[in-house]
């Protein structure tokens, strides 16, 4: 709030306090009614002027706001000179991918070839580089590996590469220890084994999901995703995601989720009534799908937002085309579901899901499904290994 409505108020604010006309009795009001008038008081000023109070102790405690309208961007590979300023040189570069290849057993590779570029739909500027049989994608700023290729024509798979999910869960487990980056610490939860074929005999690709686990709550992104060929154990794929868990408090209740996301909705969604609503506790990195929702409802719903539709299933590019990026915090929210009762009828949905900070209340994201059914989705999808 600027200064000077600030003063406004509080002068307003004097001066109903200075015309109150105290009788005797009221001059002997108790102490705790008279803090609680000033502190409601302060409680409209607060309000008024963007702060958060938290409902629990709404007198005491003052919760920072945390979101921020997403920036807006275009898609480009090339890097600002004050972008290129704050990475790492391409000498340092190629001497953390040459120490990786050596860890992982390629010790003959070396880095061929390295470009500086930006991640067109990231938004984040990383160092490419590969060697003859292996390719690298470091962050370009701290020098941290974000995935690893190795394509299987590099191996000489053995003819009889068949093994039991109950191999592939251990292997994965040492395979953690063995590929995982020097700079990677903690604890990770086994939450997914996967195959690329429908039998563990005829699976030549196994992968396995980790993730960090924060009581019951897992971070989906703070986690490593292993692939590799069984048998040789030689790494296929690895991708890593840290995006660190704020670990924030929670303060508001199911019941005032579920009336922020249900307020929220009826402002956007004007075509389909709310059948059912529900809401658990999760972890989910901030986004800016809900404010794409709210600000461009019509081509975010049918997807024309960025894209020209050139047929039913596909699409091309907009010359002109603008996106939208949050800043990467992974917080405590309520994922709250508003179910419908009818289907989206450009993506067969029935649902769409506000995450609302655990701490804040505010709504800091969300996706166009119920992220609840696409958790049992998962559970039952044949390729997920891990028991139910």
Not at 127 to 135: G, L, P
Not at 270 to 287: C, G, H, Q, Y
Request: hydrophobic share 30%.
């Amino acid at each position: 709030m600027e200064d000077g409505k600030m003063a406004q108020i509080m002068e307003k604010s004097r001066m109903k306090i200075a015309v109150y006309n105290f009788k005797e009795e009221d001059k002997k009001m108790p102490s705790k009614n008279f803090s609680k008038m000033v502190a409601t008081f302060v409680l409209t000023i607060g309000v008024g002027s963007g702060l958060v109070y938290a409902s629990s102790k709404v007198y005491d405690v003052v919760v920072e706001q945390i979101w921020k309208e997403p920036q807006s961007y275009t898609l480009t590979h090339e890097l600002s000179d004050e972008e290129k300023q704050k990475c790492i040189s391409e000498e340092k570069a190629e001497e953390i991918a040459n120490a990786y290849l050596k860890k992982i057993g390629l010790t003959d590779e070396n880095v061929e070839g390295l470009e500086l570029i930006k991640e067109f739909f990231e938004v984040e500027n990383v160092w490419v580089m590969h060697s003859e049989k292996a390719s690298i994608r470091l962050d370009a700023e701290n020098g941290r590996i974000k995935s690893v290729q190795i394509p299987t024509w590099n191996y000489k798979i053995p003819y009889d590469f068949g093994i039991t999910r109950q191999e592939a869960r251990q292997t994965a487990k040492e395979l953690l220890e063995k590929y995982r980056p020097e700079d990677d610490t903690g604890e990770y939860e086994f939450v997914t084994l996967r195959r690329n074929m429908e039998t563990d005999e005829g699976s030549y690709i196994w992968y396995a999901d980790f993730c960090k686990k924060y009581g019951d709550l897992l971070n989906e992104d703070e986690s490593i995703h292993i692939g590799w060929i069984p048998t040789i154990n030689g790494l296929y794929s690895l991708d890593l995601k840290r995006h660190v868990y704020e670990n924030n408090e929670q303060k508001i209740t199911k019941e005032e989720a579920i009336k922020i996301a249900t307020e929220k909705d009826n402002e956007i969604e004007t075509a389909k009534n709310i059948k059912n609503v529900k809401a658990e506790i999760r972890i989910k990195k901030m986004n800016e799908n809900v404010y794409l929702r709210e600000n461009f409802k019509e081509e975010y719903e049918n997807g024309t937002l960025n894209w020209e539709k050139t047929g039913e299933n596909t699409g091309r590019l907009k010359e002109d085309a603008v996106f939208y990026k949050t800043e990467e915090r992974v917080r405590k929210v309520w994922c709250t579901v508003i179910e419908y009762d009818v289907l989206d009828s450009n993506t067969s949905n029935s649902a769409y899901t506000y995450y609302v900070d655990a701490t804040t209340g505010e709504i800091i994201g969300g996706q166009r499904w119920d992220d609840f059914a696409s958790e049992e989705l998962m559970k039952e999808d044949e390729y997920n290994l891990i028991e139910k």
